[in-house]
Every structure is written in structure tokens, then in C-alpha cells.
């Protein structure tokens, strides 16, 4: 099974700021990542997917890169709606698997 | 619209079953793979099992394998999981979600149901 690891787990950021989350996978996926963000009693909402292209809707200050097993989320101008929990997904082989998510928090 | 409509949790005692229906509208249901996402309280979100659209092949979990079963019908729109020999550890919301399209590099929920509860304690 292919095993994501984000980090930080928990970071304490301030609006305006430029945030980056890691997520290493173990083994290669080429770009087959995805990032989700969630909000408390919300459903996951998909932000990129083949680790860099925007979903349909979501705000350009969300951007991904990314290959192989090394990728990257960043949120360029951090605002008050983008305060959630993101996670990874590996969509290159099953078992599919998440990351344990990295939660924003506001400073 | 997309809309995911998950049905069927509740409070059920360890060993008992549960079934987990997702009533789909908005999109071609029969050409969609469809994947069951969980997560327990106050934890990240687990994979769970995909129907594939045009394989037919379902892929689960080791964690459920031999305990659920993922199945659909195209004529009412519906995607099910049957959840035998339930455990404590089975105890989260369980999501439905439809992929972006059906072979590598697609398998991306991207519409989500707002999920059903799943309890398991005696």
C-alpha cells in the first residue's frame, strides 16, 4: 500500500499569509494526487487533482506541484474561509489512501 | 446539480450488519465510479471501497475486506454498502462520493455526499 505523509500536522497562520503543506508519498505516483480541504461537518471538497490542476471554482490563490513523491499545496494569501483541515489522496493504485491532514488554524 | 444523498445509519451492536444507501441525481450514474470515504470522530478520512462504472470491479479496504460489500444499481441511481460484523473501530461517518471519471488519474471524489452516521456499541 502507498502511504502519504503530510506535514505539518497543525499550523497557526495569520490572513494574508503564504501557506505551504508537504505530502510525501512512499513510493512514486507520477502526478495521481489530489488535495481535499474540510471544514468541521462538512464533507471533503476537492480543491486540485493530478497534483496541480485547479477544480473547477475553486479560488486561484490555491495551487499544487508536484511529482513522483514529493508534492506540494500552497494558499498564497491566506483567508478567513480557508481556516480547515487538508488533506492528500493518492489516486494511483488501490488501496486508495489519504494523508492525516493538516489543520489551519488562525494565529 | 450533483447531489449524493447518503441514507441508512444509525446505532447498531458489535457483530450486528447495516446498510448504507447513496441515492445519486445530476450526472450519469450508470458511467460514474463511486467510492465510500469514512472518518471517525475527530479523525482523518479512510478509504473505504470503489465500484468501478465500466470494469464492474470493486476494490476494498483490508480493514472491511470479507466483512462489507459495495454494489449498485444503475436503474434507481443508487449506490449501497452492506456492512456485516460491524466493530467499534467501524464507528464514522461514512461519505459517498462520485469520481471524477473512471480510469487512473480520475479516481478524485469529485462531488461528496454530507454523510450518514454509523454507530457501533452495545
Not at chain 1, 83 to 95: G, L, M
Not at chain 2, 25 to 51: D, H, I, N
Not at chain 2, 58 to 81: E, H, I, M, P, W
Amino acid at each position: 500500500d502507498i502511504q502519504l505523509t503530510q506535514s505539518p500536522s497543525f499550523l497557526s497562520a495569520s490572513v494574508g499569509d503564504r501557506v505551504t503543506i508537504t505530502c510525501r508519498a512512499s513510493q512514486g505516483i507520477s502526478s495521481y494526487l489530489a488535495w481535499y480541504q474540510q471544514t468541521p461537518e462538512k464533507a471533503p471538497k476537492l480543491l486540485i487533482y493530478a497534483a496541480s490542476t485547479l477544480q473547477s471554482g475553486v479560488p486561484s490563490r490555491f495551487s499544487g506541484s508536484g511529482s513522483g513523491t514529493e508534492f506540494t499545496l500552497t494558499i498564497s494569501s491566506l483567508q478567513p474561509e480557508d481556516f480547515a483541515t487538508y488533506y492528500c489522496q493518492q489516486v494511483n493504485s488501490y488501496p486508495l489512501t489519504f494523508g492525516a491532514g493538516t489543520k489551519v488554524e488562525i494565529k | 446539480e450533483v447531489q449524493l444523498l447518503e441514507s441508512g445509519g444509525d446505532l447498531v451492536q458489535p457483530g450486528g450488519s447495516l446498510r448504507l444507501s447513496c441515492a445519486a441525481s445530476g450526472f450519469t450514474f450508470s458511467s460514474s465510479a463511486m467510492s465510500w470515504v469514512r472518518q471517525a470522530p475527530g479523525k482523518g478520512l479512510e478509504w473505504v471501497s470503489t465500484f468501478s462504472a465500466t470494469t464492474s470491479n470493486t476494490y476494498y479496504a483490508d480493514s472491511v475486506k470479507g466483512r462489507f460489500t459495495v454494489s449498485r444499481d444503475n436503474s434507481k441511481n443508487t449506490l449501497c454498502l452492506q456492512m456485516n460484523s460491524l466493530r467499534a473501530e467501524d464507528t464514522a461517518v461514512y461519505y459517498c462520493a462520485k469520481h471524477r471519471g473512471n480510469s487512473v488519474g480520475y479516481r478524485e471524489g469529485d462531488y461528496w455526499g454530507q454523510g450518514t452516521l454509523v454507530t457501533v456499541s452495545s
